[in-house]
């Protein structure tokens, strides 16, 4: 089984600062993937970085960094210079690979985080 | 172009009504899912096809019955809808093994069951 914990329902931050979004996890599956997806207030739900368990780089999307301690097993998403438009849900989401090595991309999902940005 | 579309954005409907979501991808990927939000804003896996057939089916009341006409299209189909089906539904695609890397989500459809 899976599971994704995001422990801070809000946060608030000053535009053009940087804000960390916390992530943990929990998984017995060999390998697995970290996704961040932002919701804005209109519902869409947008992908914004991927980091695969094995990867030896924290992935960096622009302005979007995912600070992966495999460790820890956490996976906390950085935004910097955060901009007003920043301002949503953000959620982090696993994927695992089943015994035989595969998946078929089953995205568990945390909590959310909603975003606020202070101008 | 809109990569993963969903018909109807809204749907608001009574209770013991029989209703359908469609939903289609143009990006060519092989594994579609659908995903439910529900009120608090928890998003959870229902389904997934790959290829036209049934990979995942999370302990979905039988009520609800995915079909997959075709590998770009995945319809989800409600019988006697409860109250509790009130949700905002997503749809989704990805390009399946081994580069099953980025989910894309189309805009979402809100149930509303009065």
């Known amino acids: 089984a899976q599971k994704i914990t995001q422990t801070q329902p809000g946060m608030f931050v000053q535009e053009k600062e940087a804000v960390t979004l916390d992530c943990t996890y929990d998984?017995?599956?060999?390998?697995?993937?970290l996704f961040w997806y932002k919701q804005p207030s209109s519902g869409e739900m947008i992908f914004l970085i991927y980091?695969?368990?094995?990867?030896?780089q924290n992935a960096t999307e622009g302005r979007y960094s995912l600070n992966f301690q495999k460790a820890r097993k956490s996976a906390n998403l950085v935004i910097s210079a955060s901009q007003l438009g920043d301002s949503a849900m953000y959620f982090c989401?696993?994927?695992?690979?089943?015994?035989?090595?595969?998946?078929?991309?089953?995205?568990?999902f945390g909590q959310g985080t909603i975003l606020t940005v202070h101008p | 172009d809109t990569a993963v579309s969903q018909t109807p954005k809204y749907l608001v409907t009574q209770m013991g009504n029989d209703k359908s979501i469609k939903c289609e991808q143009n990006l060519g990927h092989d594994t579609m899912y659908w995903y439910k939000q529900d009120s608090k804003k928890f998003l959870k896996i229902m389904f997934s096809y790959n290829n036209k057939e049934l990979i995942i089916n999370e302990t979905v009341p039988n009520r609800f019955s995915p079909k997959s006409p075709d590998k770009a299209h995945l319809n989800l189909h409600i019988n006697s809808l409860e109250l509790g089906d009130s949700a905002v539904y997503f749809c989704?695609?990805?390009?399946?093994?081994?580069?099953?890397?980025?989910?894309?989500f189309g805009p979402g459809t809100r149930l509303t069951v009065t």
């Open positions: 989401a696993m994927r695992g690979l089943n015994a035989g090595g595969t998946s078929y991309g089953k995205l568990t």
């Open positions: 998984t017995s599956d060999p390998s697995y993937g």
């Open positions: 989704a695609s990805s390009q399946g093994i081994p580069r099953d890397y980025e989910q894309y």
């Open positions: 980091q695969g368990s094995y990867d030896q």
